[in-house]
């Protein structure tokens, strides 16, 4: 999967907005067939969400969140502008 | 950012494979000058690994794991097969 291609194309759109450092997380759900996926995976996804909340306190105005959705397809994003580092 | 046109794709090419499900973890870390990401980094896509593998266990041959690098982007990615659900 060319996950670098698609990054430096976001790299690229965020480059032009401000030149921040940038964290990115991203997780799919993919289902074969008409079951819901895991009941899990919101608290996989929460717990995710918890570790990068440890690491890195930024203000919410510096987060973006978003769930994408469509047939046997799900995705949880998160964009998170970085503080300048000391 | 259209994320579910990348991961429709990359359904598109896991279906060919199989009809399992998947989870499918990405974390993008974009610098925006020379400095090295911050010293956390490892650690935390360590423990983001952690809390996936907390609710998921799968033989190591279902988990697909790779990190790519390019100038001021390094993408780590995780590609997991689900085992079929009860």
Redesign the interface.
């Known amino acids: 999967?060319d996950?670098?291609k698609?990054?430096?194309a976001?790299?690229k759109?965020?480059?032009a907005k401000?030149?921040?450092?940038?964290?990115?997380?991203?997780?799919?759900?993919?289902?074969?067939?008409l079951?819901n996926?895991?009941a899990?995976l919101p608290?996989?996804r929460e717990?995710?969400l918890g570790?990068?909340r440890?690491?890195?306190q930024v203000p919410d105005d510096a987060v973006q969140f978003s769930v994408?959705?469509?047939a046997?397809?799900e995705?949880l994003?998160l964009?998170i502008t970085?503080p300048d580092?000391p």
């Open positions: 999967m996950w670098l698609f990054f430096r976001e790299k759109a965020n480059s401000t030149a921040k450092d940038r964290l990115m997380l991203a997780v799919a759900y993919q289902r074969s067939g079951a996926g895991p899990y608290k996989l717990e995710l570790v990068v440890k690491y890195i994408q959705r469509e046997g397809l995705v994003e964009n970085l580092q």
